[in-house]
Structure formats: structure tokens, C-alpha cells
């Protein structure tokens, strides 16, 4: 598989002969293993995966046939430790997400050496079968997203709403919403995670709906903002404006090997000189794929990366507002050799409800 | 509050006077936050809990008043690193399953100190408060379980049995539910860990489905088997009952202070000299809270755990045929004081539907 030849690739230019992953999503990536225990591998004396007797049936029908799958007995760490010395591998490279304890263990079979976010790194990359699946879980946030949307309105709750929409979803094939779906109104939208609650959207309400979907693993993250017609709503309508401003400016900035952190700069500078900057207090985007948030960040801290083809990432500005309420807009992009293409494609023009 | 307290007494018996607690599940139980990002720190120069600026307002509402909040300025582990050398803390524990990237960088600033299981060893013994949540999760998981249990018959699939399952759960006021559920018929139910398919149920098969609901963050689990009716099905049901037999005598045998992996030994001899003593390659149960797993673990190897007011784990024996089907039959029981409380009260006599 081109995923394990392009981890051992990196691994050649890091000197590394042997990889211990420990993290799912990476051993997903990796070799299409979805169960909930295992660990993988990589090495110059083989590729193997282990895993327990639950999984035994599940990894022979899902792990691909380059790697050979081992069935630990009893307790699985120190298995794979006397498994690894037997074929001669004293030194291990190992992701610094393992947990001391674990790392404490290993270390007395291995000169350990911690690396971080290599295949990570690779992931930020989508080929063509991930982006089949992260289009799907576009769509399927989309459709579900079209069925509930006659219910924004005055009235009806966030938790109503929010549970609407999660049903909606699962309605598509999406397994699950992607992550805790925010639908947040009133002044509740001016926190950027709030919580869904049993307040009723109220005349003169910013709404701002956070969800996702999901593809075989892969997921969707996309942002809308609403306003429920009212009085007094002029400074809803305006922010609604330069965050809409700042989310177009920002993707229309996208230019291929130009920094990421260009995109961040973009929409900052715009929310900034409509005065509101100090109302802008996260990262502009982040990639999306095995999970939600992942690599690459798009912020101004973002300092050496750059917009590379193959790449998915968020762009979502926002502007909250203490005690008014807030308005995020937040559309999934994929960079496709010079061309950009917007992968969200639900209307950002205001609506008033 | 209490559960702080007794964690200091925890901390005094290991002479540790500051600790810093990352599982998100450790600092709920602690601090009342249900937030995503979190960090408690409880030592004698006072107990302090750390976020970011998104949950400012979640953890002003949540977290008890006994413990100050702070928000972190920046990166985080850097923030929280010279806040606690600025009030005097060189010295400092840490949870054991913290990253070994988190381990490395904060030992630049700390003697560190990785502890094992601290507070998750308070946490088997369950309060009254937590007691009240794991007997709604109870109560919704068999309330779901009843409106759907009619549609368990021949010609069903196993994910569309999951999905109306699941719903129900939902509908019951759990946020979700407890973990994915198991739908598994026929050969499929010889899987201890099945996903629920496409598969229909077919005359003769067994049934296993295992499920939970969910109440402010605490969890229910439970499984029932079934069989559909059909010919040459007297194996099934000599397996089912020497399951039930298995899953009584060892709710039976459980006695304050007697050591747990008795119940263990209980229901393996049961199946042992039945003659499936192969295939019943689990333990016998895990406790169950705020994590679907967790202490106690019941099973032979549970060396010198002693069943203990306030306890609260699963009895779940179960025997898997390959190539022919399986049984699971999984209660929760309460420990209070000398009485043993089965909290599940779902039949478990064989149903042929």
C-alpha cells in the first residue's frame, strides 16, 4: 500500500528502521484497521500488526495483505516486546503520544526513541480514496443540514434543533454527527463551544450551527450563522457581514506553496479593521480528514507550512461578541494543484428568519 | 467537596503534596467540568483548575467553588508550568497516562513523579450522587431496550435493530449512546466484538446485543442473547443455558470483602465443566461509571481486589461457538454494604422469538 511506502520514506530519511504506532486513526490510515485495539509495526524485518483474539476475525478481513497480523497472548505490550527483540529490533522509534507508562514499560526492551507526528505529517496529504470519502461526508452533512433547515425559527430550542439535525445525519449513513453538533443562539453564540440547551431561539437571535458528517472514517466540518428577524438587529447584520468578508477574503487569498499562515492573515486583518479584533480569539481553519481537527493548523503560528496540493483544510472566522451574540462562518476547502476548490457548498449570504 | 478530599488523603498516604491530573474523566469527577480541555492541579499551596479561553464560561458554571479557575495565556503546558513554579511547586505527580511529550517537556520544569490509578481507585467506590446517574443510565438503557425489543425477529438486519436501538436510547434523555452498540446474529454473534451489519436474522440463530445508556456522563451496560426459532437449535440452546446458570451463580457467590476473582472462578468452573471452558476467552466483568471500563476488573487475574461498598461492575459470562453463534448475558450489580443489588432488571430466561 503507497501509505506504508510513504511512511517508510520518511522513516529512511529520519535513520529509522523500526516504528512502533500506537494511534488509531494512524493504524487506520495505515493498514484499514478500524477495531478499537492494535498497534503496528513498520520496520526493515517486516510490517506486522497486533492486536487481541477479539479482533482476530476483524483484522483478517480488514488489514491489508502487505502486513502480517499477529494475535497477541496475554498481556499485549510486553508480548510485542519479546516479538520485536526475538526478530532482532533494539531500537524503536515510537510515537510521543504514548503514555509514560507505556513508554516506561518498552523502555527496558528498547532503546526508545520518541518522534512526533510523522504519519501525521503524511496525512495532511489526502489521496484520491480519502477524498472520495471526505466528499461524501460533505454531502451527507449537507443533505442533512437541507432537511432541518426549515426549522431555524422562533421557538424551537438548540438541544430541539441540535437533536434534529444529529438524526438527520445518522439518516444519511453518516455512523454518528462527527463531533457534539453546537447549535447556539442569542447570546449563547457568543461562546465558540457552547453547548446546545433547552433555550428557544428568540426574535433578534445570531444562530450559529456547528456540525458534521462522516465516511467511512472520514469527516466533515462546516459552520453556518443565522439571524432571526427582529429588532435592534443592525450590529448583528453587520458583524454577519465582515465575518462573511473575511471568510471569502481568506479563501479567495489561497494561492498554492504560498504560507498557510497567509489565509489566518487575511481574515484577521479584515475582522481587525472593522473593530473587531480583539472578538476573534481562535486560529483561522485546521486540517479535516481521520479526525476533525488535525494538520495543518491555519494561524498565524502556522510559521513554515505551506498550502500544498492534496491538502483539506477549514477556513472559519468568526466574531463573538459578549452578551450579543456571535456569528462563525466555516466552509472545507481542498487544494487541487492550482486550483482551489470550496467543498462546502451550502449559501452563506445572510438569511433572516 | 468530598471526592478532593479524599483524593489529598490519597496524595498524604503517598507523601505527594502536588498533583497534576490531565483524564478528562478524572478532572468530571473532581471538579464537575465537562468540558474538553482541562487540567486540575490539587496541592498544599491550594487546588487550581487550568483551561483556555473557550471554556472560561463552562468552567465558571461547572466547576465547584472550592478549586480557582484559571485561564491559560498561550500554550497551556507552558502557562501551567511557570504558574506552579511561581507559587513555589518544584516537586510534582503526575497522572501515568500522560503523553510522553507532555511527560518530556514539563520535566523541564518539575521533578516529576508518575503515579498509577490514583484518583480512578476512588473512583470505584461510587457516591450516592453518582449512584443516583448510574441507575438512570440503567433505567434509560432498559426503557429503549423495551420499545425496540418487539422488532428483534426474523428478516431484521442487525444495524437496522442498532439504529432503532440507538434512537430509542436517545429519546430516553441520554446524550448518546454509552458505546457503539452490538447487534450480532448467527455466526456473527461468535464475535465478542461484532459491528452490527447488514446481515438479516435468520431462522436458528442466537442473538447477542449489548448496549448502554448514558446519564450526566455516567454509563450503563448491559447484554441480552436471544434466539430465533428455527430446527437443529438444542446446542443453542444448551449454551444459552449454561450462560444464565454462569451469570446467576456468580451474581450469587459475590460477598462483601470476599476477594472478586471468586465471582470470576464462579462463573468459568460453571462453563468449564460444561465443557466451553475454550471458548469463554474473557473476564468476567469491569466496573462501570464514567468510564464504560473501568476498575474493578473482575477476573482470575484481579490478584487482591476485594469486593467493597460502593462498588459498582458488570457479570457478564458469555460462550462463543465459532461458525455457530454465541451467548452473552452481562448485569450490573451494586455493592451496598451486605446486600448485593442486581441493577439491571431485564428478563434473562431464554426468549425464542
Known amino acids: 500500500m503507497n ?19 500506537l494511534n488509531l ?13 492494535g498497534w503496528l509495526v513498520v520496520s526493515n524485518r517486516g510490517d506486522f500488526f497486533f492486536t487481541d483474539f477479539r479482533y482476530k476475525e476483524q483484522s483478517l478481513r480488514e488489514v491489508n ?10 498481556d499485549c505490550i510486553k508480548f510485542i516486546a519479546e516479538f520485536l527483540n526475538n526478530i532482532g529490533i533494539k531500537k524503536l522509534s515510537i510515537e510521543d503520544c504514548v503514555s509514560y507508562k507505556t513508554y516506561n514499560r518498552l523502555s527496558k526492551s528498547f532503546a526508545l526513541r520518541p518522534v512526533n507526528d510523522i504519519v501525521e505529517q503524511i496525512r495532511t496529504i489526502k489521496d484520491n480514496e480519502e477524498l472520495v470519502n471526505i466528499r461524501q461526508a460533505v454531502t451527507r452533512a449537507e443533505d442533512a443540514f437541507r432537511e432541518i433547515k426549515g426549522w431555524i425559527k422562533e421557538g424551537i430550542t438548540e438541544a ?18 462527527a463531533f457534539d453538533t453546537i447549535v447556539a443562539s442569542g447570546i449563547n453564540a457568543a461562546l465558540p463551544h457552547a453547548t446546545p440547551s433547552q433555550k428557544q431561539m428568540q426574535s433578534g437571535d445570531l444562530v450559529v450551527i456547528d456540525w458534521g458528517a462522516e465516511s467511512n472514517g472520514y469527516f466533515s466540518d462546516m459552520t453556518r450563522a443565522f439571524l432571526i428577524n427582529g429588532s435592534n438587529i443592525e450590529k448583528k447584520i453587520e458583524i454577519y457581514n465582515i465575518v462573511l468578508s473575511a471568510n471569502i477574503a481568506a479563501i479567495s487569498s489561497i494561492s498554492i506553496n504560498a504560507l498557510i499562515k497567509t489565509i489566518d492573515k487575511t481574515a484577521r486583518d479584515i475582522i481587525k479593521h472593522a473593530g473587531y479584533g480583539e472578538y476573534f480569539g481562535h486560529g483561522t481553519g485546521h486540517g479535516v480528514g481521520l479526525d476533525i481537527h488535525e494538520k495543518p493548523t491555519v494561524s ?20 463573538y461578541l459578549p452578551n450579543v451574540g456571535g456569528v462563525r462562518i466555516e466552509d472545507m476547502v481542498l487544494i487541487r494543484g492550482d486550483s482551489i476548490e470550496t467543498l462546502t457548498s451550502l449559501n452563506k449570504e445572510l438569511e433572516i428568519k
Open 65 to 74: 495483505r502487505d502486513v502480517e497480523i499477529v494475535i497477541c497472548k496475554g
Open 300 to 319: 498565524q503560528y502556522s510559521k513554515h507550512i505551506k498550502v500544498t496540493h492534496g491538502m483539506v483544510f477549514t477556513v472559519e472566522p468568526g466574531i
Open 160 to 177: 430541539s434543533l441540535a437533536r434534529r439535525l444529529d438524526d438527520a445525519i445518522r439518516t444519511t449513513g453518516s455512523k454518528n454527527p
Open 25 to 37: 486513526r494512524n493504524i487506520y490510515y495505515l493498514t484499514g484497521f478500524s477495531g478499537s485495539s
Open 3 to 21: 501509505r506504508i511506502i510513504n511512511l517508510k520514506e520518511s522513516m529512511y530519511k529520519r535513520r529509522t528502521n523500526a516504528f512502533l504506532i
